[in-house]
């Protein structure tokens, strides 16, 4: 039986509540001092919680593989990131905050450089064009209409946009248009079903006014779509775990993807001290709730070792806070390592720490770090494993088997 | 390859003999003085022989899953619990020593109350009914003939009883009666493939005529039927390891599961001593003993941590009677936690100890126990893997592949 038909049918309710504090990006890499952001941040409440706590390491998909964010994310909220791919065109619309209904089928648009005469593309990102360009060039293509297709096209970043295609009876089962290399020729979209071949035309037929319209264009002359994808109809929270769950989030990629998962989306603010606070104002109305802090993994991105550090303490620094609504469980971690040794994400394992109020063994850690971490009694587990064990330790599963 | 299959392309002879020894409910939590069960235990036996063993902590089913007593089993037995579910019926027949033959369908019995206007369920217990009361029921109830079957019905406990069909072709794709909660009347058994439609009326006939002999009773005028199931039919230990292999345990439940993948039960008595005798006496006729040790269970059960902490003190006594045998491999854990705090199994790792004459490595434990064995050499591992394991340190597994 695979995990969440187990979790669906093991469920019970408990009047406890879970917190998951996800610091995105959190693990690291040894710094200049041989110690890792987290190693280097001053943390004394998290490492008071450690004291109390079960520690270990989790790996988000498998040993040595990189997740993005959604992957990241769907491990932790207890989905095999392998079972559930999240089509790249559903991350991207959700990242800047559209949504998907059930009739959407999302594409992500790159802008890109194609010779004149050949029509090979010749840079595969417009040269990186800024996102004002972006934004122009977008405002060009909007005026593109599909009979009875509701279209949204809305800029991303840099040479990236989302277009979304909505009407009933559209498929995802395409190919990309993108063909990966400079040298060639964008590619058709096909069909990879025969219930697909309609919405192929659509898009071929979107592709052709889109290129009339950027021919004339420097160095964006062109465009390709790739991922195109539908919302992935995820089993709902509340189905597998009986959970009535929300998101406390900032970022717009974050707060689709728990709207994925039928968490409902709170209103959070831009910082963690408002995320702090709407977590106090709802703590009577869910049983569990994703506290998701961006900066730390935009840090490490930028390879700001100090700046990762500081967004670390500053989580730190509302431990109190968050541990006087007296949780029953409360999770710490991250989706994804991003060390500032990188500048991108990574496969590293991810410092897990699991404080109950109730259940608990004692493993001697009395640190949060990547080290320390090695030592805990959680051992090395994967990112699905974490709900599981949040549940049993909330009392919200009962026996297997007589 | 699934891990059976390859134990049984793998198996090779060896003259080498395995204990496994299982005390039920081992692992636990720890209590005022912040030690376990097992870490307040003086056990300078299992402390001696850790030294030179290799410690682990081991995951019955899954991180967060509670096993039964069933799953928990056929996970150190090496099924995967998941793949090999037992129906509640089975285990409650095997519970008290019933024997099943593949022509049996074996159902779990509750005595509940109905409303005697309405027919609903007012108590799906019949206020736990004391087990005289439930075998005065019983036999009136065995009074019930059926054309064709060979019926069997026993007491179990309080309001809980066994009924066994035994007639060639009978099915057990059938639902159960029991609507799992009050207010709503006993269902009707249905069947779940065309083939079980004559087990399922059957069982309805049976039903009708409880109900008939039931109607003036006080607080158990009705019955349900719950977990129809016939003997799994697993892969026998023969078969996948090639092993003679023999259980030795003082309770009916344990005794029948180590039926149900074709051990020789033998005759142990009631105490860990005439456990220990049967052992000897038996030691030359096997070459795996499966020793059982209940009472940990029973105490953790009870909530009783001193009782708990004297049953491991009982079981360390006989250990150099054991090694006394000169066994060639020793593995010594339990199917589930069953921590005294919580007066339940639990989902929590057990211990584990493995000892072999040969081919160990040094992992610097050098005792029995919950924390000790965060940092043991055999890492976090599943029930599933410790035959394997034991199986390899006898000599009895060849390589796979050139």
């Not at 943390?43 to 593989?65: F, Q, V, W, Y």
């Not at 991350?91 to 949504?99: C, D, S, Y």
């Not at 049983?287 to 993994?297: E, G, I, L, Q």
Request: proline share 6%; net charge negative.
């Amino acid at each position: 039986m695979k995990q969440l038909d187990l979790m669906k049918e093991l469920k019970v309710s408990s009047p406890n509540s879970i917190i998951m504090l996800v610091m995105d990006g959190l693990g690291g890499l040894p710094g200049e001092a041989g110690l890792t952001e987290l190693e280097t941040a001053r943390t004394p409440n998290l490492d008071a919680l450690a004291k109390g706590s079960m520690l270990g390491l989790s790996t988000p998909i498998a040993p040595g593989i990189t997740p993005g964010s959604g992957p990241g994310h769907l491990g932790l909220f207890g989905y095999d990131p392998l079972e559930f791919p999240i089509g790249r065109g559903v991350l991207e619309a959700l990242g800047i905050g559209l949504t998907l209904t059930p009739t959407c089928v999302a594409a992500r648009g790159n802008f890109c450089s194609l010779d004149p005469m050949s029509g090979v593309i010749t840079d595969r990102r417009a040269g990186r064009i800024a996102t004002e360009k972006c934004a122009e060039l977008v405002k060009k293509l909007s005026v593109i209409r599909i009979e009875g297709i509701n279209i949204t096209i809305e800029a991303v970043k840099d040479y990236r946009f989302a277009l979304i295609f909505d009407a009933p009876d559209l498929s995802d089962k395409l190919t990309e248009s993108d063909p990966q290399r400079v040298g060639a020729k964008p590619l058709p979209v096909e069909a990879l079903a025969p219930e697909a071949k309609v919405t192929a035309a659509h898009f071929n037929e979107w592709l052709k006014k889109a290129f009339e319209i950027l021919k004339g264009e420097h160095p964006a002359n062109g465009c390709t779509l790739r991922g195109i994808a539908k919302d992935p109809g995820l089993p709902s929270y509340a189905d597998i775990y009986g959970l009535k769950a929300c998101a406390i989030a900032t970022y717009p990629m974050y707060k689709g993807l728990a709207r994925l998962v039928g968490m409902d989306v709170l209103d959070a603010g831009d910082t963690i001290a408002t995320e702090v606070e709407t977590l106090k104002a709802n703590w009577d109305r869910y049983d569990f709730f994703f506290f998701h802090v961006k900066k730390t993994d935009s840090a490490g991105e930028d390879g700001n070792f100090d700046a990762k550090v500081k967004v670390i303490e500053e989580t730190d620094a509302v431990i109190p806070e968050i541990l006087g609504l007296n949780p029953d469980v409360l999770l710490i971690t991250g989706d994804h390592s991003t060390p500032s040794a990188m500048k991108a994400h990574s496969w590293h394992e991810l410092p897990v720490l699991l404080f109950s109020k109730r259940y608990l063994r004692k493993d001697g850690v009395t640190s949060f770090g990547e080290t320390a971490c090695i030592q805990g009694g959680l051992g090395h587990i994967r990112h699905a494993d974490l709900m599981p064990l949040a549940m049993a330790h909330a009392d919200k599963l009962t026996k297997y088997g007589a």
